[in-house]
Nanobody, 117 residues
Framework: QVQLVESGGGWVQPGGSLRLSCATS????????MGWYRQAPGKQRELVAG???????NYADAVKGRFTISRDNAKNTVTLQMNSLKPEDTAVYYC???????????WGQGTQVTVSS
């Protein structure tokens, strides 16, 4: 299995910020498109932001203008800067290749983000 370790989650008040980090394993991840995903209770996992090898990005409509994805290919890390957080951003956040494997995808434990007052 491919190792994916997410960190940086926690609790924050509405309007606050968090920075999530993803440490990946394997040199192959330096060339693969990566993404941040999230899953809220009772909902399907959704793609929040994606980034290509060369740094082209795309975002879900719900987070455009608030979240920024970046990567450091030399360090095999992917970062998600989240600003102006809203309660509806509350979810477990995961990183993975983008798109993930249709079958046999490897997911880490994720990191919990809770936005509440």
């Amino acid at each position: 299995q491919v190792q994916l370790v997410e960190s940086g989650g926690g609790w924050v008040q509405p309007g606050g910020s968090l920075r999530l980090s993803c440490a990946t394993s394997g040199i192959i991840f330096k060339i693969l498109p990566m993404g941040w995903y999230r899953q809220a209770p009772g909902k399907q996992r959704e793609l929040v932001a994606g980034i290509t090898r060369v740094g082209s990005t795309n975002y879900a409509d719900a987070v455009k203008g608030r979240f920024t994805i970046s990567r450091d290919n030399a360090k095999n890390t992917v970062t998600l800067q989240m600003n102006s957080l809203k309660p509806e951003d509350t979810a477990v956040y995961y990183c993975n290749i983008n798109p993930p494997l249709e079958k046999g995808a490897s997911w880490g434990q994720g990191t919990q983000v809770t936005v509440s007052s």
